[in-house]
């Protein structure tokens, strides 16, 4: 299993951003493909954002569309998630993972993740 390592969570206002980043210690990070989930309590985790290995295509939960931003840099074997337009329902703890094909199941163990508060 690699190691994966989310930070970049805080408590922001709604209507705010906040940057999300994952570090992963993969060799093979530049041709995984990765994606951001969450889970808020009394809630299973859900999966919110997806990106193909070769940053090619993206996939969203329709509730963050138009709102959150998936990206990857290859060459730092990092991800991240941009997250605009923050509501109070955006509250949860992010993690990061590697995808399945169908950019749908995570394949590795969770992290500690990142605790993302926005206040109404």
């Known amino acids: 299993q690699d190691h994966l390592a989310e930070s970049g969570g805080g408590l922001v206002q709604a209507g705010g951003s906040l940057r999300l980043s994952c570090s992963a210690s993969t060799r093979t990070f530049s041709y995984v493909n990765m994606g951001w989930f969450r889970q808020s309590p009394g809630k299973e985790r859900e999966f919110v954002a997806g990106i193909r290995w070769n940053a090619e295509s993206t996939r969203y939960v329709d509730s963050v569309k138009d709102r959150f931003t998936i990206s990857k840099d290859n060459a730092n074997k990092m991800l991240y998630l941009q997250m605009n337009s923050l509501k109070p329902e955006d509250t949860a703890v992010y993690y990061c993972?590697?995808?399945?094909?169908?950019?749908?199941?995570?394949?590795?163990?969770w992290g500690q993740g990142t605790q993302v508060t926005v206040s109404s």
């Open positions: 993972n590697k995808l399945d094909a169908r950019l749908e199941l995570p394949l590795n163990s």
